[in-house]
């Protein structure tokens, strides 16, 4: 079993930027594809992004294309989202996962290992 740490949440302001970083301890996840999805409070846990296991394929959510990049260093085990031109809406506890497959998903049931979540908050 992969153990998965998420680290780089706070608080912003809109339009900042803020780096979040997962580190995979227990097995490398180095051959299976990663993922970053959010919660916010009252609302179900939705997919961010994801990024397949070389890390040349990447997927995100409309709502965070063109802003937010996922990247992945398999030397070290560790995964990043990098979220440029926050909004308000972006806030909510953002969790790393681990795939289960080589290939990028985004369906949670496609995750089989969950971090524990670091907060991002974005003031107006």
């Known amino acids: 079993q992969v153990q998965l740490v998420e680290s780089g949440g706070g608080l912003v302001q809109a339009g900042g930027s803020l780096r979040l970083s997962c580190a995979a301890s227990g097995r490398t996840v180095s051959s299976v594809a990663m993922g970053w999805f959010r919660q916010a409070p009252g609302k179900v846990r939705e997919f961010v992004a994801a990024?397949?296991?070389?890390?040349?394929?990447?997927y995100y959510a409309d709502s965070v294309k063109g802003r937010f990049t996922i990247s992945r260093d398999n030397a070290k085990n560790t995964v990043y989202l990098q979220m440029n031109s926050l909004k308000p809406e972006d806030t909510a506890v953002y969790y790393c996962?681990?795939?289960?497959?080589?290939?990028?998903?985004?369906?949670?049931?496609?995750?089989?290992?969950w971090g524990q979540g670091t907060q991002v908050t974005v003031s107006s």
């Open positions: 990024i397949n296991w070389s890390g040349g394929s990447t």
């Open positions: 996962s681990a795939g289960q497959r080589a290939d990028w998903a985004i369906s949670p049931h496609d995750f089989d290992s």
